[in-house]
């Protein structure tokens, strides 16, 4: 099975994109960050949650999602990136590691990636991830995918 587990700030604004780049914008964007955690496993599926709850998510300034459903509305695309396959993650690795020593049989967390999950907004049609992509994203170490955002 897989869970998509997003964890967002409850108490952040949206921020200007100007400081995510190296070139002014046209016009001004802002953009709302989230940590996304895709995760394949089997076992008992509200464990699962529990464990991410506990694990990842600060409940006095974070909420947890686990529809697959974006968190923030109105945006013009999202890009996610994260980690390429054998770069190293003491993120993922310190999870993995975690989980081992908790699961007690309820859970197996078969694979893990995780993502920074970046809203941009602005209007569409002034809008383009290009400068997103190659200020941010780092192709020697760094998968990323880009969704549009129907209008």
Known sequence: MQLV???S?????PKSCQGLLYEPLSKPQTYRQTQRYLL???GDEAFLTEFIR???VDDVCQDLSVSGDPVYEGSAFHLDY???PGALDHEKETILNYHSEVAEGRFE?????IYKRLYIF???SETSPEPFIKDIVNPA???WSVTDVPA
Do not use: N, Q, Y
Request: charged fraction near 30%.
């Open 5 to 7: 587990a997003e964890v």
């Open 109 to 113: 967390i078969e694979s893990l990636k």
């Open 82 to 84: 994260g980690m390429k």
């Open 40 to 42: 394949k496993f089997t």
């Open 54 to 56: 506990k694990v990842l």
């Open 122 to 124: 602005g209007d569409p």
């Open 141 to 143: 170490i760094h998968t």
């Open 9 to 13: 700030p409850r108490l952040a604004e």
